[in-house]
């Protein structure tokens, strides 16, 4: 035979013999094996994990975080670190868990006005008041 055609039968042998790893003791998995498929696939999950939360922290999405709203909503607002300051204090005598409703409801600002541990900021919160609500 030519070498070519006995090259060809020779790779026949291992198609027509393709279907004996599925018969019972055609293939032995060793736990080795088995490990090393565990690690990859958790090694996939933790990448696709890890990918995701950047993404979605980098867009910005999918992330509740109320102490960052309100540095967002102080940004956009423009008041500087010292107004900060003095609503986060407000935010402590409401015991608010979202700091950001300072910035829908005004009656907490006015409470605080009048509270008298606020009696020296008094003019400072009836400025941010305004600043924020006017």
Known sequence: MNG????????SDPISRLGDRFEP??????????????GILVGIGITVWV??????????QGFYSPKRLFR?????HELDWRD????????RLHRLSQP????????????AV??????????HLEMLRSKVFD
């Open 4 to 11: 070519w055609a006995s090259g060809l039968l020779a790779q």
């Open 25 to 38: 003791g055609g293939y032995d998995l060793h736990a080795g094996q088995i490990y090393i498929l565990i």
């Open 51 to 60: 990918l995701t939360r950047y993404f979605a922290r980098k867009e910005g």
């Open 72 to 76: 967002e909503l102080c940004s956009a």
């Open 84 to 91: 900060r300051r003095l609503l986060q204090q407000v935010v």
């Open 100 to 111: 950001a409703t300072l910035f829908v409801d005004p009656v907490l600002i006015d409470e």
């Open 114 to 123: 009048g509270h008298g541990m606020f009696a020296q900021q008094r003019q």
